[in-house]
């Protein structure tokens, strides 16, 4: 057989984009608060993790610019070398201080930041417990481990408590989850799990992209939200989401941090976030430690858009957060709406397996606080339309 056997045979993509089917890897043209332009067409935007409307913001743009004059675009180097700036050690204290944490350590991707942790931390004969919802870089990261990996059932703290009554108590123990699951929008049961690592000596690690900026009184996250930030031994978060820029970082004790710091592969062998990439996360958090009336309304945002499409007859799922999947359970029929969507001038993303379980296909829709009543009036409507022709709403 030859190598490339199997690319020849791939032939699913090309079957979608024939059908006018295919939704991933749409080029953007340009971009405007939450409209962008696709085919040369305007597009309303209900698929970016833009949360807190901070990609276009007037500060945040400005800082970016005036990095790039002090510093260049790149710092062609790796953090261990050249590519330590001092705008990164900036960031690094203002993120270990926003966290409550001792200290914090910045990476170039979010995928990087998971590889980095797990690897790092997880050893031989060590343990990693990881919930069966987990980001892709989360299993990954597992698996580029030298410990043992197991898998309990997603939010199942029963099954959790099952796989860690079997280990030793002398085998070292992290618990890993999402604190808010990208797709369905339901977050971790934190108390739960801080219960369990109590009992069975387990450390926790809570990957919050999705929950930094969003979720507790003061935006830090799932642990805020549920009041256990002291019980919480390691946060990750990524910048590309609430903080609008590219790249991740972790934050925990002190030791542990310098640890990662010094061992992890992923960043001593990965060249530094960029200048204006740091300038932009320093901005970012800026406006989110200052401006809480962002998070406000983007639950107020949340709460409608919810409810709305609830009483259209859409099943929303168990989404508890401005991550608002539309469950559609049928691939065939998710690709149809996000095609009548398109069509009707809104960017939505249809999610299907793997990134979701077999059968659980959903259009993935995610709010900004900077949405406007009559941007979200129009795409309450065009899913009522697009619903209703299809079959897929009463």
């Given at each position: 057989m030859d190598l490339f056997d199997k690319c020849n045979t791939f032939t699913r993509a090309e079957e979608a984009m024939e059908a006018d089917l295919y939704p991933y890897f749409t080029p953007i043209q340009e971009v405007w608060g939450n409209k962008v332009k696709v085919r040369n067409k305007e597009m309303v935007m209900v698929g970016?993790?833009?949360?807190?409307?901070?990609?276009?913001?007037?500060?945040?743009?400005?800082?970016?610019?005036?990095?790039?004059?002090?510093?260049?675009?790149?710092?062609?180097?790796?953090?261990?070398?050249?590519?330590?700036?001092?705008?990164?050690?900036?960031?690094?204290?203002?993120?270990?201080?926003?966290?409550?944490?001792?200290?914090?350590?910045?990476?170039?991707?979010?995928?990087?930041?998971?590889?980095?942790?797990?690897?790092?931390?997880?050893?031989?004969?060590?343990?990693?417990?990881?919930?069966?919802?987990?980001?892709?870089?989360?299993?990954?990261?597992?698996?580029?481990?030298?410990?043992?990996?197991?898998?309990?059932?997603?939010?199942?703290?029963?099954?959790?408590?099952?796989?860690?009554?079997?280990?030793?108590?002398?085998?070292?123990?992290l618990i890993v989850v999402d604190g808010v699951f990208s797709m369905e929008g339901d977050v971790a049961d934190l108390p739960g799990i801080v219960k369990l690592a109590k009992k069975y000596r387990s450390r926790i690690m809570v990957d919050d992209a999705h929950g930094l900026g969003v979720m507790g009184t003061n935006g830090r996250g799932t642990c805020e939200h549920f009041g256990v930030e002291d019980e919480v031994d390691v946060v990750m978060g990524t910048?590309?989401?609430?903080?609008?820029?590219?790249?991740?970082?972790?934050?925990?004790?002190?030791k542990v941090i310098s640890y990662i710091k010094h061992f992890a592969r992923a960043l001593i062998f990965s060249a530094s976030i960029t200048p204006a990439s740091v300038a932009t996360v320093i901005a970012t958090l800026d406006i989110i430690e200052t401006e809480p009336s962002r998070r406000a309304r983007l639950w107020?945002?949340?709460?409608?858009?919810?409810?709305?499409?609830?009483?259209?007859?859409y099943n929303t799922g168990p989404s508890v957060t401005p991550i608002i999947p539309l469950m559609i359970f049928d691939d065939e029929k998710a690709f149809m709406l996000w095609k009548s969507l398109r069509d009707h001038g809104i960017f939505a993303n249809p999610v299907i397996y793997p990134a979701v379980s077999q059968g659980q296909s959903l259009i993935r829709t995610s709010y900004s606080a900077t949405h406007s009543d009559e941007e979200l009036d129009y795409v309450?409507?065009?899913?009522?339309?697009?619903?209703?022709?299809?079959?897929?709403?009463?």
């Open positions: 970016s993790n833009n949360y807190l409307g901070l990609l276009d913001h007037p500060k945040v743009k400005q800082a970016a610019q005036a990095a790039i004059d002090r510093y260049g675009v790149a710092t062609c180097g790796s953090r261990f070398l050249n590519g330590t700036l001092d705008i990164h050690v900036e960031l690094e204290n203002r993120l270990a201080a926003f966290m409550k944490k001792e200290a914090a350590l910045t990476f170039s991707t979010g995928f990087q930041t998971n590889q980095g942790i797990i690897s790092t931390l997880i050893g031989k004969g060590d343990a990693v417990l990881m919930d069966r919802m987990d980001h892709a870089s989360i299993i990954d990261a597992c698996r580029l481990s030298f410990g043992d990996v197991y898998k309990f059932k997603h939010n199942d703290m029963a099954d959790l408590e099952r796989i860690l009554s079997s280990l030793s108590p002398d085998q070292g123990k910048f590309s989401k609430s903080f609008a820029s590219l790249g991740g970082f972790v934050a925990g004790n002190k107020e945002i949340t709460n409608k858009m919810k409810s709305s499409f609830q009483a259209m007859g309450l409507e065009c899913f009522r339309q697009s619903g209703k022709a299809l079959g897929i709403i009463p």
